[in-house]
Structures are given as structure tokens and as C-alpha cells.
């Protein structure tokens, strides 16, 4: 059964990092491009990070550039986020899912998507 499952969430300090990974199986992990996406509670959607199957491309949304860095191992069928310099408005439920293109500001899921992750930032 194809699934994504995303690991490492949890509570850190402000100035804290998390590592979040995101594993795939049961379908052909290495033709997908992945996005890493949040939603707090009353708040809509945020597109955080994306990355291509094959060449490489990543984009970051603005609220995150410069502190969280997507990566990518087709090996291991996983993608992951790190996340530095956590701030309490990170705090969210952070999933990943597979998209049709990381291209642009806005990504669009397509077959697959974690249940997601907590992560929670205390000031």
C-alpha cells in the first residue's frame, strides 16, 4: 500500500532545531517531487519546501527561507527537512506529499500525502 510517513517532529526552544523526515513506500518514490507543507490551528496551508524527483530543483517558501533546508536520498526513499533557527510561529502540523512540480510559490498535491507530523515551538 503506498505511503508516506513522516518522522521527528516534537518540542523545541525558540532558536531550536528538528529534523523532519519523510518516507516513502509502495510506489516509485524517485518519479516524484516532494513538498513539505504546515497548517497551525485556524490557519490555511503554508507551502514550506519542495523538491524535484530527478534534477534537483528546490523552492522555499518565504517565511522559512534561509533557515530550513530540503534534501532529498532516492535510496532511502526519503526526504528531509532540517529546521534551524525554530521560531514559536513554526509551530504546526507538518506533513509531506507528493506533488506535480516544484516549480513556482504554490505546489500541487497529487497521489500521496503523510498523516503528518507536530511540531511545536515554545518561546
Known amino acids: 500500500q503506498p505511503q508516506l510517513v513522516e518522522s521527528g517532529g516534537g518540542l523545541v526552544q525558540t532558536g531550536g532545531s528538528l529534523r523532519l523526515s519523510c518516507t516513502a513506500s509502495g510506489f516509485a518514490f524517485d518519479y516524484y517531487a516532494i513538498g513539505w507543507f504546515r497548517q497551525a490551528p485556524g490557519k490555511g496551508r503554508e507551502d514550506i519546501a519542495c523538491?524535484?524527483?530527478?534534477?534537483?530543483?528546490?523552492h522555499y517558501g518565504d517565511s522559512v527561507k534561509g533557515r530550513f533546508t530540503i534534501s532529498r536520498d532516492n535510496a532511502k526513499n526519503s526526504v528531509y527537512l532540517q529546521m534551524n533557527a525554530l521560531k514559536p510561529e513554526d509551530t504546526a502540523d507538518y506533513y509531506c506529499?507528493?506533488?506535480?512540480?516544484?516549480?513556482?510559490?504554490?505546489?500541487?498535491?497529487?497521489?500521496?500525502r503523510g498523516q503528518g507530523t507536530q511540531v511545536t515551538v515554545s518561546s
Open positions: 506529499a507528493t506533488i506535480y512540480a516544484c516549480q513556482g510559490s504554490t505546489w500541487y498535491q497529487s497521489h500521496y
Open positions: 523538491i524535484s524527483d530527478r534534477d534537483g530543483t528546490i
